[in-house]
């Protein structure tokens, strides 16, 4: 029995590992949307340890750690990374067949070197090794980055932020070229008690006075135009947790602005009609301003609000649910393409039992001379691991080119979450390999070359516009 990191690791055909080693390992990394804080980038700092590198911020970890009983104060709390880390560590063999095992895996072989399984009996000594390798080699974030060959990344951040930490990164000279993405998500939550206070600030870094649903859209496109010009950025993010088309008038949603500005209580319907105008209304001003419109569809957040209550958002307590329809993300579509005016799109659905009907709502409106005008993002959040990329890449390929995806991402807040493009990156060679081995595939060594050094990296590049 194999108790070592195995390097063909997914690829169980001989030519998915040809394909693997020789065209897909070497390329540099895209991560066109991740968590990573620019303070940090800035900052540069040396990590702690491997408690501070694999525990802060994932709540991934977090999540499994719950499910085994572990103490918050070992989690979330306030015990030492190393301690925490010994908690994790306890319980890191008996997590078969769960992604967190082979990204674990992946991340001490690659930035330490580190073959054999981490277990409780181990974990003092791969502990103190690797404390000692992260002083010598002084592996601070942007090593982190360098070290896994990753030209670019785009952090998110919401329109009233100051950027001010993608302003001096943009200063320095650094191999990693970072950006931002454009997430507005609160302003469009006119449901929430917040809202009013969000538009307040919103005004005040727009320098437009918000008076209206048409001049929130106006100091909204400010904000764009400052993360385009400070950045460089064509990246926008749009969280849809749940979304209902609904027709609407000019004057309905002035009327339902301002309520929800008063704090009014709005009926659901009201809310579907300001949702339907808020991500039509910004879609026009992605188009018409160069960006590409990234919809997050279909998280079920603070699912357990009692957790949340105890330890915040975003720390393991969201879920995935299907609240979102195909037909109402259609006619979104439906009606920026009658408009003229829909914009690069990119669908990351958070159900996978539903990813077939969301490759086929993509391709059909793909057209006006734009590659992969509308397609279906990477498997994200619950999808990312083996089982939900091979799910894609067999369902969509019958549906939508695979070769004209735009590939993997982190979606991560961890500066050492990159190996999981290479695990996508392993499963997409073996894939094409049993398609080759079987027959279903002829075209050649260098057609199948092309298309792997698009979807791991071409694509993205070409796609964004990011010059890389």
Not at 33 to 58: A, S, T
Not at 93 to 118: S, T
Not at 135 to 146: I, L, N
Not at 331 to 345: D, V
């Amino acid at each position: 029995m194999n108790t070592k990191f195995n390097e063909e690791l997914f690829l169980t055909n001989e030519t998915g590992r040809m394909l693997y080693h020789k065209y897909a390992e070497p390329m540099p990394i895209i991560d066109y949307h991740c968590h990573l804080q620019p303070v940090e980038i800035y900052e540069n700092k040396e990590f702690e340890d491997l408690g501070e590198m694999w525990l802060r911020g994932d709540h991934y970890k977090w999540r499994a750690m719950r499910t085994f009983g572990i103490a918050e104060e070992y989690i979330t709390g306030s015990a030492s990374y190393h301690d925490k880390y010994l908690a994790f560590a306890e319980i890191l063999p008996k997590l078969v067949g769960n992604p967190i095992y082979i990204w674990c895996a992946l991340e001490l072989k690659r930035y330490f070197d580190i073959d054999e399984p981490l277990c409780a009996e181990n974990a003092e000594e791969i502990y103190q090794k690797t404390t000692r390798m992260i002083h010598e080699k002084h592996m601070t974030r942007r090593w982190c980055m360098e070290h896994s060959n990753v030209r670019l990344v785009s952090t998110t951040e919401d329109p009233v932020d100051d950027l001010r930490y993608h302003i001096a990164l943009q200063k320095e000279e650094m191999f990693t070229r970072v950006i931002t993405a454009f997430r507005p998500d609160k302003a469009m939550f006119v449901g929430l008690e917040s809202f009013s206070a969000y538009l307040e600030k919103l005004a005040q870094v727009s320098g437009v006075a918000i008076d209206s649903f048409a001049t929130m859209l106006d100091a909204l496109e400010a904000r764009l135009r400052f993360f385009q010009q400070t950045t460089g950025t064509t990246v926008s993010d749009d969280g849809i947790p749940h979304f209902t088309w609904a027709d609407y008038t000019d004057a309905e949603i002035e009327e339902i602005f301002r309520k929800g500005r008063a704090n009014i209580p709005l009926t659901d319907h009201e809310v579907d009609q300001y949702q339907s105008a808020f991500l039509y209304e910004m879609a026009r001003r992605y188009n018409r301003n160069g960006y590409v419109m990234q919809l997050h569809i279909g998280t079920y957040l603070d699912a357990n609000t009692t957790g949340v209550q105890r330890v915040g958002q975003s720390t393991g307590f969201d879920c995935a649910d299907d609240q979102c329809s195909v037909t109402s993300v259609g006619e979104l579509l439906n009606r920026l393409t009658i408009a003229g005016e829909l914009p690069k799109t990119i669908l990351y659905p958070l159900d996978g039992t539903k990813i077939e009907t969301w490759a086929i709502l993509a391709a059909g409106f793909c057209d006006n001379g734009t590659k992969a005008k509308v397609q279906l993002g990477a498997p994200w959040w619950f999808n990312d691991q083996a089982f939900g990329i091979q799910r894609q890449f067999e369902a969509c390929a019958n549906l939508y080119p695979v070769s004209l995806s735009v590939g993997m991402l982190t979606d991560s807040r961890s500066f050492i979450s990159y190996p999981r493009h290479e695990l996508y990156r392993r499963v997409l060679c073996n894939y094409l390999g049993q398609l080759i081995e079987r027959g279903e595939y002829f075209s050649g060594e260098e057609a199948i070359r092309q298309v792997i050094e698009d979807v791991c990296f071409r694509n993205a590049n070409e796609f964004f516009g990011f010059g890389v």
